[in-house]
């Protein structure tokens, strides 16, 4: 395991470094609440093994997770139903499109590219929503955050209001026989999962579940088995930051996952990362959380290929 000295300061000089680069970016308009975040925001939490932690800069602000559901979802769908039932119905090829294209459902055959696009994260919520309550895959979700966390009702309602192109591709599939026939029901735990109310310290938390192969950083409790993390690191790596996943791949060199309230999930060299920062660059990933993981890991040595 890697050993991390001075983690405090670093992180306090990739904030001071991220933050000259926020206004390059623009805030999500896909939903009123999100268009209403402060743009000027950012914040990080980095765990260490044993769930020792560092917090700075707003890290406390909440924001609703949006795709980083899609680890949850993934993590929970493997665990629970198995590679097979999971690969069977999704990809696990990089699709180069923006999260919510439909083209590929049309032109590419009848499975979604990965379980990180939007029409791949609807396709694995719907094997789980047959069988699985919602709250059930809440409570892993709180695990996995370590802390019991709730629906942002207000972001649900609008979600499913704002949801007509999630609509579309969800009955694109159904009509292919690539969805089951309860649409409704998955787009409904779809756009709740995404309604999901974090902050940065939550995000480090699943971070750290990742770095450390699927344990609690705290009791050290098994959250997933070792596999899944495996799984999910790797198509973070190549899916996770929409159709910007290779440059983020060369450049910061971190499995990552983000979602367009602006959070950013990611881990390595033993730490997990938690960063938020709502302004957006043109292909919907955080400016400041990007930044911040640059720096983070230029100056902690944590590219994956070194
Ligand atoms: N709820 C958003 C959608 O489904 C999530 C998008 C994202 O974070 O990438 O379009």
């Given at each position: 395991?890697?050993?991390?000295?001075?983690i405090?300061?670093?992180?306090?000089s990739?904030?001071?470094?991220?933050?000259?680069?926020?206004?390059t970016?623009?805030?999500?308009?896909?939903?009123?609440?999100?268009?209403?975040?402060n743009p000027?925001h950012?914040?990080c939490?980095?765990m260490?093994p044993g769930?020792v932690?560092?917090?700075?800069?707003?890290?406390?602000v909440h924001?609703?997770?949006?795709?980083?559901?899609?680890?949850i979802s993934l993590?929970?769908a493997?665990?629970?139903?198995?590679?097979?039932?999971?690969?069977?119905?999704?990809?696990?090829?990089?699709?180069?499109?923006p999260y919510?294209?439909?083209?590929?459902?049309?032109?590419a055959g009848e499975?979604?590219?990965?379980?990180?696009?939007n029409a791949?994260a609807?396709?694995?919520?719907?094997?789980?929503?047959e069988?699985?309550?919602?709250?059930?895959?809440?409570?892993?979700a709180?695990r996995a955050f370590?802390?019991?966390?709730?629906?942002?009702?207000?972001?649900f309602a609008?979600?499913?209001?704002a949801?007509?192109r999630?609509?579309s591709?969800?009955?694109l599939m159904?009509s292919?026989?690539a969805?089951?026939e309860?649409?409704e029901?998955?787009?409904?735990?779809?756009?709740?999962?995404?309604a999901v109310?974090v902050?940065?310290?939550?995000?480090?938390?699943l971070?750290?579940?990742?770095?450390?192969?699927?344990?609690?950083?705290?009791?050290g409790?098994e959250?997933?088995?070792q596999w899944?993390?495996?799984?999910?690191?790797?198509i973070m790596?190549t899916?996770?930051?929409y159709?910007?996943?290779?440059d983020?791949?060369v450049?910061v060199?971190l499995?990552?996952k983000?979602?367009?309230?602006?959070?950013i999930v990611?881990?390595?060299?033993?730490?997990?990362?938690?960063?938020?920062?709502?302004a957006?660059?043109?292909?919907?990933?955080?400016?400041?959380?990007i930044?911040t993981l640059?720096h983070?890991?230029?100056?902690?040595g944590?590219?994956?290929?070194?």
């Amino acid at each position: 395991m890697q050993m991390h000295t001075n983690i405090a300061p670093i992180l306090e000089s990739s904030l001071a470094y991220a933050g000259g680069f926020l206004n390059t970016g623009r805030v999500s308009q896909y939903i009123s609440n999100l268009a209403a975040a402060n743009p000027a925001h950012l914040g990080c939490v980095v765990m260490e093994p044993g769930g020792v932690t560092h917090k700075a800069g707003d890290w406390d602000v909440h924001f609703s997770i949006q795709s980083i559901s899609k680890v949850i979802s993934l993590m929970y769908a493997l665990k629970t139903l198995g590679h097979e039932v999971v690969f069977d119905k999704v990809g696990m090829e990089p699709s180069g499109d923006p999260y919510n294209c439909l083209i590929k459902l049309e032109t590419a055959g009848e499975k979604p590219f990965n379980p990180f696009i939007n029409a791949g994260a609807i396709t694995v919520i719907s094997l789980l929503a047959e069988n699985t309550p919602f709250d059930e895959v809440l409570d892993f979700a709180g695990r996995a955050f370590g802390a019991s966390v709730g629906v942002d009702e207000d972001v649900f309602a609008q979600e499913t209001h704002a949801g007509t192109r999630n609509r579309s591709m969800a009955y694109l599939m159904a009509s292919k026989g690539a969805l089951g026939e309860n649409v409704e029901t998955y787009l409904s735990f779809y756009f709740r999962l995404c309604a999901v109310s974090v902050n940065a310290a939550h995000v480090a938390h699943l971070g750290a579940v990742l770095a450390s192969g699927g344990k609690c950083p705290h009791t050290g409790q098994e959250i997933v088995p070792q596999w899944v993390v495996r799984t999910t690191k790797a198509i973070m790596l190549t899916c996770g930051m929409y159709d910007g996943s290779g440059d983020f791949a060369v450049n910061v060199g971190l499995p990552a996952k983000s979602g367009i309230g602006g959070g950013i999930v990611s881990c390595g060299g033993g730490l997990g990362i938690g960063t938020f920062g709502p302004a957006l660059d043109a292909k919907g990933n955080s400016v400041g959380g990007i930044k911040t993981l640059w720096h983070l890991s230029e100056k902690l040595g944590l590219h994956t290929f070194v």
